[in-house]
């Protein structure tokens, strides 16, 4: 088995981490969060003291970070970790970030002589702890065929987007969509109970019927409609509403880039971004159905 470097162990990295612990790799973990390293220690891993001590003779090293300065933080400038990686690893970058940011870490790894493919994620904590996960790559081909034995025990679903920070691209579409579907179910929810309609009645409805959609089958908004989601736990846990506005924000950063149009994507941006303001920045995403809720 290979030995891993894995960095960064939130919601979804710490349960990624575990899986590959499950799997039998030999991991070496670093997270700026005491409890997250203990947490794989208590499985098996072993914890670094830094970084850099976690490279030390990696096969592989994943990093699974919160946004584009925490990765060119990582592994750019003088004390970057592209100085410390063996040339022979794999570094397989799971972050959701700037595509620009993802090609610029990738030159600088590829003029080190070191292999990397940025590799962001589709399926939330449920699928990071059920190794469900969906991986979208950016990179040489023969470079994604190396990583694959990992993805396979994180995920279920890989796809390669193209070349270095296609990836990313692919993700920030797909995330700008799931915005968009959330705020219009949630919304269409609210008109329907507001004239009193039963929420999961209407739900029932909506995924039979040309509205169907990822958030009426399976993570409904509404509380009481569906178990194990979060909204039948006060919208803790999940996809951070905060997380959903930075994705929605780099749509926007990538439409300006490409002089595309995304209204309804800049829309939905706004819509968060007011949740947000409301102190709602750590619930789940599909707690922006309160925004749309009639006041008792």
Same mark, same amino acid.
């Given at each position: 088995m290979s030995r891993i470097a894995f960095i960064g162990l939130g919601h979804m990295g710490g349960p990624m981490a575990l899986n590959l612990v499950k799997a039998g790799h030999e991991l070496v973990v670093f997270d700026l969060v005491p409890a997250a390293i203990k947490t794989l220690v208590d499985a098996g891993a072993r914890a670094a003291v830094s970084a850099e001590q976690s490279v030390d003779n990696a096969d592989v090293v994943i990093s699974m970070l919160p946004a584009s300065k925490h990765v060119e933080g990582l592994y750019l400038g003088e004390s970057g970790l592209l100085k410390h990686i063996p040339s022979s690893s794999l570094v397989l970058e799971c972050s959701t970030i700037a595509p620009e940011s993802a090609r610029k870490v990738a030159q600088a790894a590829k003029q080190r002589g070191i292999r990397m493919i940025d590799a962001p994620v589709s399926g939330g904590t449920g699928g990071a702890v059920a190794a469900t996960l969906t991986f979208i790559v950016g990179g040489e081909a023969v470079d994604l065929d190396a990583a694959r034995p990992y993805l396979e025990e994180m995920g279920k679903n890989i796809f390669h987007a193209g070349e270095a920070g296609a990836g990313q691209v692919a993700k920030i579409c797909n995330n700008m969509l799931l915005g968009v579907l959330m705020a219009g179910t949630s919304e269409a929810l609210a008109l329907g109970v507001a004239n009193g309609l039963d929420p999961?009645?209407?739900s029932d409805i909506i995924a039979k019927s040309s509205g169907r959609n990822w958030a009426t089958e399976l993570y409904n908004p509404w509380? /009481?409609?569906? $178990?194990?989601?979060?909204?039948?736990?006060?919208?803790?846990?999940?996809?951070?509403?905060d997380l959903m506005l930075k994705d929605l924000g780099l749509a926007a950063e990538s439409a300006l880039n490409a002089r595309a149009s995304v209204p309804l994507g800049e829309l939905a941006r706004n819509l968060y971004s007011m949740?947000?303001?409301?102190?709602? /920045?750590?619930? $789940?995403?599909?707690?922006i159905v309160n925004l749309f809720k009639r006041s008792a």
């Amino acid at each position: 088995m290979s030995r891993i470097a894995f960095i960064g162990l939130g919601h979804m990295g710490g349960p990624m981490a575990l899986n590959l612990v499950k799997a039998g790799h030999e991991l070496v973990v670093f997270d700026l969060v005491p409890a997250a390293i203990k947490t794989l220690v208590d499985a098996g891993a072993r914890a670094a003291v830094s970084a850099e001590q976690s490279v030390d003779n990696a096969d592989v090293v994943i990093s699974m970070l919160p946004a584009s300065k925490h990765v060119e933080g990582l592994y750019l400038g003088e004390s970057g970790l592209l100085k410390h990686i063996p040339s022979s690893s794999l570094v397989l970058e799971c972050s959701t970030i700037a595509p620009e940011s993802a090609r610029k870490v990738a030159q600088a790894a590829k003029q080190r002589g070191i292999r990397m493919i940025d590799a962001p994620v589709s399926g939330g904590t449920g699928g990071a702890v059920a190794a469900t996960l969906t991986f979208i790559v950016g990179g040489e081909a023969v470079d994604l065929d190396a990583a694959r034995p990992y993805l396979e025990e994180m995920g279920k679903n890989i796809f390669h987007a193209g070349e270095a920070g296609a990836g990313q691209v692919a993700k920030i579409c797909n995330n700008m969509l799931l915005g968009v579907l959330m705020a219009g179910t949630s919304e269409a929810l609210a008109l329907g109970v507001a004239n009193g309609l039963d929420p999961k009645v209407l739900s029932d409805i909506i995924a039979k019927s040309s509205g169907r959609n990822w958030a009426t089958e399976l993570y409904n908004p509404w509380p /009481g409609v569906m $178990d194990n989601t979060p909204a039948a736990k006060g919208y803790a846990g999940g996809f951070g509403v905060d997380l959903m506005l930075k994705d929605l924000g780099l749509a926007a950063e990538s439409a300006l880039n490409a002089r595309a149009s995304v209204p309804l994507g800049e829309l939905a941006r706004n819509l968060y971004s007011m949740h947000s303001a409301q102190g709602n /920045g750590a619930l $789940d995403f599909s707690s922006i159905v309160n925004l749309f809720k009639r006041s008792a």
